[in-house]
């Protein structure tokens, strides 16, 4: 059973919870796209684990990880990773497996996003300033890229960062009047790279189709979510990659025909990091209410969160690109305590009322929620094991949000442990 799991709304459902349950079971635990953009947390007993770069099931001892192609890897980061947790007992010789086609996040590009970020003043993205779109850029422009593979050749590489950091430094300085970087310090820091990663780095592509023609279980791990999806999300405010199911198959050269299902992960409200149109953004006490009982703050950037109802019009879009088969509804117990909750189930652009997400964001911006009310519940959900328990009210809401989003609704959370999680 190979299994593919993905973010329905803007990032941050818990993705990292359900990948680590669904890890389990699985031979293969695979990153296909992002960067250390992205931030999982994952709760095993006591221990608490905060993932960038690294698959979730990279904690459990027995499950191999793959970083595979689509991903832009900060080695600085995934170093750093593969320290820590080995700080804690837990190895990953011969069991992480990272593309030599994925290419490197390097320093001038955390400095470019930073630079023009910060040039671009009301106007920005809000990026995470992990590097990510500079990154994906130099992919796409393909003369000023360095690759896992390029690790393996020191003597080259030293010369192509020589043009690289004389290219970027030409850039800065004009653009942004910015000191020039170091290609040596930069070329140095890669060397220390190149020893701790080498014996990670291979063809994925191949181990993946070897592991299929062995009939192993692979969980495809997204990153992000598909409303930040580079061609499907809300353009320009959106990731550089393909944060939908669509970017699996380019992300880590395995067809979705060999996807047995696609499991989608939304929360029981909407958050958003970074600017954008936001149809459903409270901006009262409730929001605040969600955002404290949700710890809705970013695991990269600490950045709040802003939250706002449930975008039923939103998550059946991601469902619908996304050929989701159910949903893993997440932080039900968050809204515990909220008297009447809403939840969008169309949008309102000047006179016409649609129920299809427009990822113009024009249109969006401008796009009103039509809201259903429902009652709310004032029960702790956070020890609830079937859904039975829930209570009526919850269930109710669950039973809205199937009928808004046309998919089933298959796992409930009920708090950040992976023993308050549900499966109906
Ligand atoms: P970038 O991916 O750092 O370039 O940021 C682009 C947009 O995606 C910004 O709005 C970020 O806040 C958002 N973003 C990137 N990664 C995540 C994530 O893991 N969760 C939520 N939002 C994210």
């Not at 310090?185 to 592509?205: G, M, Q, R, S, W």
């Not at 880590?252 to 600017?275: L, N, Q, S, W």
């Not at 305590?337 to 129920?355: F, L, P, T």
Request: a neutral charge; hydrophobic letters at 35%.
């Amino acid at each position: 059973m190979n299994t593919c799991v993905v973010g329905l709304q803007w990032g941050d459902e818990g993705k990292g919870k359900i990948v680590d349950i669904l890890a389990e079971k699985a031979d293969i635990v695979v990153r296909y796209a992002g960067g250390a953009n992205a931030g999982h947390t994952v709760v095993i007993g006591d221990k608490k684990f905060a993932l960038h770069l690294l698959p979730s099931g990279s904690v459990r001892p027995g499950t191999k990880c793959v970083i595979a192609n689509g991903v832009v890897l900060d080695p600085d980061c995934l170093t750093g990773e593969i320290d820590s947790l080995a700080k804690q007992g837990i190895t990953l010789a011969g069991r992480l497996f990272i593309s030599q086609n994925a290419h490197l996040v390097l320093d001038y590009h955390k400095t470019e996003d930073q630079l023009r970020e910060s040039s671009l003043g009301a106007g920005k993205i809000g990026t995470t300033i992990r590097g990510i779109g500079p990154c994906y850029a130099d992919k796409v422009g393909r003369s000023y890229a360095v690759r896992a593979a390029d690790l393996t050749d020191l003597d080259t590489l030293k010369q192509k960062l020589n043009k690289i950091v004389a290219h970027k430094n030409k850039i800065f300085a004009a653009l942004y009047k910015a000191e020039p970087m170091n290609a040596d310090e930069i070329f140095n820091k890669c060397k220390v790279y190149a020893d701790k990663l080498l014996p990670f780095i291979t063809d994925t592509t191949q181990l993946l189709h070897n592991a299929i023609s062995q009939k192993k279980s692979i969980l495809f791990e997204g990153a992000q979510g598909t409303l930040l999806d580079l061609d499907h999300g809300t353009f320009p405010y959106v990731t550089s990659s393909n944060a939908s199911s669509l970017g699996m198959s380019s992300g880590c050269g395995v067809p979705a025909k060999y996807v047995d299902k696609f499991i989608g992960i939304a929360k029981a409200y909407t958050t958003r990091v970074g600017e954008g149109p936001f149809p459903t953004e409270l901006y009262n006490e409730i929001g605040s209410y969600i955002r404290e009982r949700g710890h809705e703050y970013g695991t990269t950037t600490g950045r709040p969160r802003r939250c706002g109802w449930f975008d039923a019009v939103a998550v059946r879009y991601s469902v619908t690109i996304g050929g989701i088969d159910s949903i893993a509804l997440m932080h039900l117990d968050t809204i515990s305590g909220i008297e009447k909750i809403q939840i969008c189930g169309a949008y309102r652009i000047g006179s016409e009322e649609s129920v299809f997400f427009p990822c113009n964001i024009a249109q969006l911006a401008k796009a009103e929620p039509v809201y259903q009310t429902v009652d709310g519940w004032d029960d702790d959900l956070s020890q609830m094991k079937s859904f039975d328990d829930l209570p009526e009210n919850a269930k109710r809401y669950v039973g809205l949000i199937e009928e808004f989003t046309g998919a089933p609704v298959s796992i409930v959370g009920v708090g950040p442990k992976r023993s308050q999680t549900i499966t109906r």
